[in-house]
């Protein structure tokens, strides 16, 4: 174990700060969203997804590639999701072997009671913390660490809001 490159103390003290914020944001996420709107951080972003998607609707697949599940696991979400009316399931129109995630009307209306307080907490927790100077810095260290971890962009998060553009 002699040819490991140990990290040196300026690595290591940036490593263990970023696994804290990687620890414990969730947990912020999360205590908001389930005290605003009763949900959990991966339902809200699993309806939020489904929210952005044409029609409110992706295929089962898709949407697991795009929330990072399994399909057991998304199976489970959405079907807590579909018991709560939020979300339903239907087959898909073009593979009859695949099926849909469709938001519902009211799946609908909890996202975007649910956005707010959800966007106030990401900017309390994030972006008052960094002030506007080094916004564009935490873009280009999430591009950097984005592009090892999802080098075909599964997530979609290397491509620029609002287009189909990847982030240079």
């Given at each position: 174990m002699t040819d490991v490159p140990w990290l040196s103390p300026a690595e290591m003290q940036a490593w263990l700060?970023?696994?804290?914020?990687?620890?414990?944001?969730?947990?912020?996420?999360?205590?908001e969203l389930q005290a605003d709107a009763g949900l959990t951080h991966y339902e809200y972003f699993t309806l939020a997804k489904l929210s952005e998607a044409p029609e409110r609707t992706l295929r089962m697949t898709a949407l697991s590639d795009a929330t990072n599940a399994t399909l057991p696991r998304l199976s489970h979400v959405v079907r807590r999701l579909e018991e709560r009316g939020l979300v339903e399931r239907f087959p898909c129109a073009d593979d009859r072997r695949a099926t849909n995630a469709r938001l519902t009307d009211a799946g609908w209306e909890i996202v975007v009671?649910?956005?707010?307080?959800?966007?106030?907490t990401v900017r309390k927790h994030v972006f008052d913390?960094?002030?506007?100077?080094?916004?564009?810095?935490l873009d280009e260290v999430s591009t950097r660490i984005l592009r090892t971890l999802d080098p075909s962009d599964r997530l979609h998060a290397l491509t620029t809001p609002g287009t189909d553009s990847p982030t240079r």
């Open positions: 700060r970023f696994i804290a914020v990687v620890q414990l944001l969730p947990g912020a996420l999360e205590s009671a649910a956005a707010p307080g959800h966007v106030e913390a960094l002030g506007e100077d080094l916004v564009g810095a």
